[in-house]
């Protein structure tokens, strides 16, 4: 496990990038590199981080990367993995790095037949759960009562349970992360490096321009998520699943944040009735229930 201290002083995401003021996508994005180095091959489709890297013919990025459709990050991925194998390059890790619409609604398919192929990469999908680079239309992966262009009134459907939808492709190794906890997030990404076949890294991005809160507040939202229970920092790995901190330690209810305190704390959800929150939080002990259900069948 890297220590803050162990982590290394290069800086792969370089100044004048073009990420809004409170990234949790460009923190994400430094970490990664930290974790990789430029030993990395990242594939990049339409999102964000299409921004991020800067105009064309500049970058902001200290590696080696692909701007791919939006569909295509996988099968890219795939093909770049082919080629690597092919020269005998075997110390490069390549990296697909998508958005939320991109991995869960139009890049699942491509994804999903990289994982069945056991491609050898890790995927993650960064989760601002909205289409930020198009102003912020709702995808999969927005959260049921949220606001986004698309649903002036909140969303009325619940989010995708993308990364269990990818454990059930029994691919090895599994993990949700956030740039809130960076230890955690960068020893994730190292150990999924070592694994062979496919990884699945699901990231929660948080995004002070879609989520409407101070640009200051990026890493304390993160927390938010995870202290109230609505995101759970968890691994599966070889179909075994575990809680880590600090998630391990809200099994029980009575420790987590209420729910509330997220929704108060963004402009997002400031259409979410009282009944509405009842609901979601309803939702998340179900959600609870069953992963405390599949931790102690690892036990
Ligand atoms: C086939 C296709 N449809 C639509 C677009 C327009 N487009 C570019 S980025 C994007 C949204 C990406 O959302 P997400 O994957 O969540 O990444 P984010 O922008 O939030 O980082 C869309 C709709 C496109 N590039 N290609
Ligand atoms: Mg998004």
New binding site residues.
């Given amino acids: 496990m890297v220590t803050m201290k162990e982590l290394p002083k290069e800086e792969y995401l370089l100044k004048g990038h073009a990420a809004c003021a409170g990234c949790g996508?460009a923190v994400s994005l430094r970490l990664l590199f930290k974790a990789l180095g430029n030993r990395v091959f990242l594939i990049v489709?339409?999102?964000?981080?299409?921004v991020i890297q800067g105009p064309y013919p500049y970058t902001a990025f200290g590696v080696p990367l692909q701007n791919i459709?939006?569909?295509s990050t996988a099968a890219a991925a795939s093909g770049v993995v082919a080629a690597l194998q092919q020269r005998k390059v075997k110390d490069v890790t390549v990296v697909g790095w998508?958005?939320?619409?991109?991995?869960a609604?139009?890049g699942i398919q491509a994804l999903s037949g990289a994982a069945e192929r056991k491609t050898n990469f890790i995927y993650i999908c960064?989760?601002?759960e909205?289409?930020?680079?198009?102003g912020m239309?709702r995808?999969g992966?927005t959260p049921y009562g949220a606001w986004t262009t698309t649903t002036p009134s909140g969303k009325k459907e619940r989010k995708k349970d993308m990364p269990m939808i990818m454990a059930a492709h029994k691919i090895p190794y599994v993990a949700t992360a956030c740039a809130s906890f960076p230890l955690d997030f960068v020893n994730k990404v190292r150990k999924a490096r070592d694994i062979q076949g496919t990884k699945y890294i699901h990231l929660l991005a948080a995004?002070p321009t879609?989520w409407r809160y101070d640009t200051s507040k990026t890493i304390e939202m993160g927390r938010l998520a995870v202290q109230t229970g609505l995101f759970v920092l968890y691994e599966v790995e070889n179909g075994k699943f575990k809680f880590n901190p600090p998630s391990d330690r809200l099994i029980d209810k009575s420790k987590r944040k209420p729910v509330r305190e997220y929704f108060a704390a963004q402009g997002r959800f400031r259409s979410l009735t009282e009944e509405d929150i009842v609901t979601i939080e309803k939702w998340s002990d179900e959600d609870w229930d069953h992963y405390r259900k599949l931790a102690s069948e690892c036990l």
């Fill in positions: 996508a489709p339409a999102c964000c981080t299409t459709l939006f569909e998508a958005g939320d619409g991109g991995t609604d139009i960064y989760d601002n909205a289409y930020g680079n198009t239309q995808s992966l995004c879609g």
